[in-house]
T-cell receptor
Framework: AQKVTQAQTEISVVEKEDVTLDCVYE???????LFWYKQPPSGELVFLIR??????QNEISGRYSWNFQKSTSSFNFTITASQVVDSAVYFC????????????FGGGTRLMVKP | DGGITQSPKYLFRKEGQNVTLSCEQN?????MYWYRQDPGQGLRLIYY???????QKGDIAEGYSVSREKKESFPLTVTSAQKNPTAFYLC?????????????FGDGTRLSIL
């Protein structure tokens, strides 16, 4: 069975602080994919990143960066110099290679960035 | 613009009533999904469909039904058997070719009990 754990249910920071959202996953598959989605107050989920299990390179996109560590089954997400617009619920999700694109979601982390 | 349209945005259900949530996509995606989101929780899969006229139960299918008569449409019916239907419902779609493509989501429907 697959499982994704986001231990931080809520995080509150002040604007311009850096913040890291943790994601730990469990799977027996050797080939799998990890995703991060952002859910702003409007409700829709916005895709942020996909990473496959064979690519452990960290990725940076503007103020966002992702740290994938297979040894600890973690796929953490860092926002540098946070902004009020980053306030949202962030979901980590896992997909195995044969699941027909189905996702297993973590419980989400609500990030509140205060001015 | 290509995307997923869910309607209505808000829906109220009376006791014993069935209600249907609409989901339409113009992305030409083969697969479509329905998720339920409860406050402070992640998304749980209700039903999914990978091809027209075929669909499978997800983790929490009891009290729900779906149809997939057209590639673009995947309506979800919340039946009177679903005793706790109050939640936020999200529809998603994805291509099946190309390997593990991200799912695209609609804006959601918020269902409440009257």
């Amino acid at each position: 069975a697959q499982k994704v754990t986001q231990a931080q249910t809520e995080i509150s920071v002040v604007e311009k602080e850096d913040v890291t959202l943790d994601c730990v996953y469990e799977t027996r598959d050797t080939t799998y994919y990890l995703f991060w989605y952002k859910q702003p107050p409007s409700g829709e989920l916005v895709f942020l990143i996909r990473r496959n299990s064979f690519d452990e390179q960290n990725e940076i996109s503007g103020r966002y960066s992702w740290n994938f560590q297979k040894s600890t089954s973690s796929f953490n997400f860092t926002i540098t110099a946070s902004q009020v617009v980053d306030s949202a619920v962030y979901f980590c999700a896992l997909q195995n290679n044969n699941a027909g694109n189905m996702l297993t979601f973590g419980g989400g982390t609500r990030l509140m960035v205060k001015p | 613009d290509g995307g997923i349209t869910q309607s209505p945005k808000y829906l109220f259900r009376k006791e014993g009533q069935n209600v249907t949530l609409s989901c339409e996509q113009n992305l030409n995606h083969d697969a479509m999904y329905w998720y339920r989101q409860d406050p402070g929780q992640g998304l749980r899969l209700i039903y999914y469909s990978q091809i027209v006229n075929d669909f499978q139960k997800g983790d929490i299918a009891e009290g729900y039904s779906v149809s997939r008569e057209k590639k673009e449409s995947f309506p979800l019916t919340v039946t009177s058997a679903q005793k706790n239907p109050t939640a936020f419902y999200l529809c998603a779609s994805s291509p099946l070719v190309g390997g593990n493509q991200p799912q695209h989501f609609g804006d959601g429907t918020r269902l409440s009990i009257l």
